[in-house]
């Protein structure tokens, strides 16, 4: 650690556990740590120990209770050199005199540097920066105290110096306000300096420089901040045209409509636009005291064409909190505080061509209380206007970015099937992970832990990980379309399933070594766009194969290998490969010749064998370049006539 405080995490129950800190606990003379013991206590010198408990999971906090501020003269009680504390402490968690886990840190952490004095509130001065500099040391901004990176800081120590010596400020910020210019005549810094320079340099002090314009006179404008709010009309009297696959939603006071999504990193953004025909299904987890309320439902919303429609809501009790509520505290009935949240949202949106004609809302209400998290779903749905009980008549077949994938099992009596993900959640265990479809166009990539004994058999575990992998994947066809009919076998194509690669490597009868684990399950899928639906592609799954990835398991042994239990992550990736509807047309005689002449696919280029001659040659003057190209012409002619016989006849004559 760097710092004065530092967190971790104990994973487990925390009752009845003592937690306690040893300062140094490695020997002076061998350096080897000392044998732990569960008797001490949460101080340790200048240390504090914090733990802050919680369902099978406790913060624990590390804190320095000392000051880290340099020494002044005849001062106590505070750092006498920049680095002021190089410590070894030890975490321990124990029940009775049971030792559950350790944490070893090594303290390292310099002087605090920053300036702590008073503030004058004196106004500065300031010059005319057009005639003079505003400053001998602009990076200096802080009085009274070093500024790191700042190396012409005069109040800076050697040894702070020291610290960044190799990271000082470069230009003007740095120190360098009178920079030599190239007109000066006493300046080496240009590089290539015509033979005309000394007659027409400047001869001239510093002080005249023309760095001093680059200044400004100290006028104050008003940044322009970028407004969320996005104009309704690219320009005054023209119509909303309607919305395009992927536009932002707009509402009546201009803005983005949002409802909470998931990001690229996994978090859930609460202020996300809806894009116009993309659907999705996302859970934010959030507990009652970093609940937030979304975008009310009053809020009207353009239809494409500068009208506006109102919001249908609908709202609904809970009845099984099971579904939401993923974690509870056990607190005493009179200390609890609950509110009514929202638990879900459903929207659909009901559109025609490029417009929107109506918005039902439906919205789940419920009661959190505190110590609970609730997982929070939200849906958006795009329903065609020419739709019947809620089922779209698909007036694109083809499958639309976003949209879960269509699996059939069409060997069983049921042909429905799925083709899933995992989403874990908590400790990341294949036992509580649930799963999540495959989205057409969205390469995924999902995983979990699966616990493993240090006397496991290695074919079961294999055939335990297999099992694990072929739960996600029930279906034997996935279909070529969205609107694929379950009874028209052209619809579907075929899964293509891989077997594992098999080494044959023996382990000899050894414990906690398995080869040849089938740990990795990928998904490729391949589709192509065949064509488009009043300007939406229209694309189409052409073939799908199912393989695996096999590793070799050993068992991991802990601090003392007091565990028995290891863990093995598996995982699943699908990927989404686009190619060409049609196959390429086949390579002409007359490219093949052509190709030849190509100077970006050949590293010899013909047409460029006399490129010095042309005006597309830089690396001297055109006419130097002109000049030795007649020379070498005149000696290729020479030559030439030399060789020629009349001419050996000509000269012996």
């Known amino acids: 650690m760097s710092g004065p405080r530092v967190n971790s995490f104990f994973l487990g129950n925390s009752s009845g556990v003592n937690f306690s800190i040893i300062l140094s606990p490695r020997d002076a003379e061998t350096g080897k740590l000392h044998l732990a013991n569960c008797s001490g206590s949460k101080r340790a010198g200048d240390w504090n120990l914090d733990v802050t408990p919680g369902v099978n999971i406790s913060k624990v906090t590390v804190s320095l209770s000392r000051t880290l501020e340099l020494c002044l003269p005849n001062a106590t009680e505070c750092c006498p050199s920049p680095l002021c504390m190089v410590e070894t402490l030890q975490v321990l968690a124990c029940r009775g005199s049971v030792m559950l886990a350790q944490l070893l840190i090594q303290a390292e952490i310099f002087a605090n540097s920053s300036f702590a004095g008073n503030v004058s509130e004196n106004a500065t001065i300031i010059p005319n920066q057009a005639f003079k500099p505003l400053g001998s040391c602009p990076c200096n901004l802080t009085a009274g105290a070093c500024d790191v990176r700042c190396c012409c800081d005069l109040e800076c120590t050697p040894d702070l110096q020291q610290l960044f010596s190799g990271s000082c400020f470069t230009g003007v910020f740095g120190g360098d306000v009178n920079p030599p210019y190239d007109q000066l005549c006493s300046s080496q810094?240009?590089?290539?300096t015509p033979e005309w320079f000394p007659f027409l340099c400047v001869q001239s002090s510093l002080d005249n420089t023309p760095f001093l314009g680059y200044f400004y006179h100290g006028s104050i404008s008003t940044p322009k901040v970028p407004s969320f709010k996005i104009p309704l009309q690219t320009s005054p009297g023209k119509p909303f045209t309607g919305y395009r696959e992927g536009d932002p939603i707009i509402t009546e006071e201009d803005e983005y409509f949002t409802v909470p999504q998931q990001s690229m990193a996994g978090q859930c953004v609460g202020n996300a636009p809806v894009a116009y025909l993309h659907n999705f299904d996302v859970r934010c987890p959030t507990n009652l005291e970093s609940y937030k309320e979304?975008?009310?439902?009053?809020?009207?919303?353009?239809?494409?064409?500068?009208?506006?429609?109102?919001?249908?809501?609908?709202?609904?009790?809970?009845?099984?909190?099971?579904?939401?509520?993923?974690?509870?505290?056990?607190?005493l009935a009179a200390e609890v505080l609950c509110q009514n949240v929202t638990f879900a949202e459903h929207y659909k949106f009901i559109w025609k061509d490029k417009n929107i004609e109506q918005v039902n809302v439906t919205v789940f209400l419920g009661s959190l209380c505190d110590g609970e998290i609730l997982t929070q779903r939200f849906t958006v749905e795009f329903l065609s206007l020419n739709s019947t009980n809620g089922e779209e008549l698909f007036e694109n077949p083809g499958y639309q970015v976003g949209k879960p994938l269509k699996a059939a099992n069409l060997n069983a009596s049921d042909p429905l099937g799925s083709l899933n993900i995992w989403q874990t959640a908590g400790r990341g265990l294949c036992a509580s992970a649930t799963d999540r479809p495959v989205l057409f166009g969205v390469d995924s990539y999902s995983g979990c832990i699966l616990e493993v004994d240090i006397n496991e058999d290695c074919s079961v575990l294999r055939g335990n990980v297999t099992e694990k992998l072929n739960a996600l994947i029930q279906a034997t066809h996935i279909g070529k379309r969205d609107n694929s009919s379950y009874t028209d076998l052209n619809d579907w194509v075929e899964i293509t399933r891989l077997d594992p690669f098999s080494s044959n490597v023996s382990?000899?009868?050894?414990?906690?070594?398995?080869?040849?684990?089938?740990?990795?399950?990928?998904?490729?899928?391949?589709f192509a766009k065949v064509g488009a639906v009043q300007g939406i592609p229209q694309q189409e799954i052409l073939a799908v194969q199912i393989s695996y990835s096999t590793v070799l398991w050993q068992f991991q042994c802990g601090l003392g290998c007091r565990n028995t239990l290891s863990f093995l992550p598996i995982t699943a990736s699908v990927q989404f490969i686009e190619v060409p509807a049609q196959p390429p047309l086949p390579v002409t005689r007359y490219q093949k010749i052509y190709a030849e002449f190509d100077c970006n696919q050949n590293e010899v280029c013909w047409p460029q064998l006399l490129y010095p001659l042309t005006r597309f040659y830089t690396g001297e003057p055109y006419s130097q370049c002109l000049a030795k190209g007649l020379f070498l012409a005149f000696l290729v002619l020479l030559a030439t006539i030399m060789s020629n016989p009349w001419f050996s006849k000509l000269w012996k004559r």
């Open 507 to 526: 382990t000899r009868g050894l414990k906690g070594i398995c080869p040849d684990i089938p740990a990795n399950l990928n998904i490729h899928i391949i």
């Open 189 to 192: 810094s240009m590089e290539y």
């Open 294 to 331: 979304g975008l009310p439902h009053d809020v009207r919303i353009n239809s494409g064409t500068a009208d506006f429609v109102q919001q249908n809501v609908v709202y609904r009790a809970i009845n099984d909190r099971g579904k939401f509520i993923t974690e509870s505290e056990n607190l």
